[in-house]
């Protein structure tokens, strides 16, 4: 069994009998990514979570840059993917009936600017950095 970051079910909660608290029924399912988690989020974890039949959006949010990846299901084969990367954009899940502005999800999360990005590499002459800057940022 996973354990979500976040886990939303409407309906009745249906627990596994064997293994508490183990929700067999979600409908939406949120993992904050990390470095270190990033990958199997993306790619196991929602591999399994697509066999989940209640499911209707998977959400990966990251900590390190604002991009919201959603997964909507549009049928048992088929999910649509939306990204929000600006703060006034909206995540909707109509499974919920609720729309959540991505300011609201990071409102206490500030980013460092790329000129810290780039300030905090080891190793970088200030020639570099400014190059490194234009070129990626």
Request: charged content about 25%.
């Amino acid at each position: 069994y996973r354990y979500p970051d976040v886990i939303a079910v409407c309906s009745d909660a249906i627990f596994d009998s064997q293994r508490p608290p183990a929700l067999l029924n979600p409908m939406v399912i949120i993992e904050v990514l990390s470095a270190s988690t990033e990958e199997l989020d993306r790619t196991e974890k929602f591999l399994e979570y697509r066999a989940i039949a209640s499911l209707t959006d998977y959400i990966l949010v990251s900590q390190e840059k604002m991009p919201v990846i959603h997964f909507a299901r549009k049928s048992t084969t088929s999910w649509a993917i939306d990204e929000y990367s600006q703060p006034d954009q909206m995540l909707a899940l109509p499974a919920l009936d609720v729309s959540i502005p991505l300011a609201e999800i990071y409102r206490k999360i500030s980013f460092p600017s790329a000129a810290e990005r780039l300030g905090n590499r080891e190793g970088v002459c200030s020639s570099d950095r400014r190059r490194l800057s234009e070129e990626h940022f």
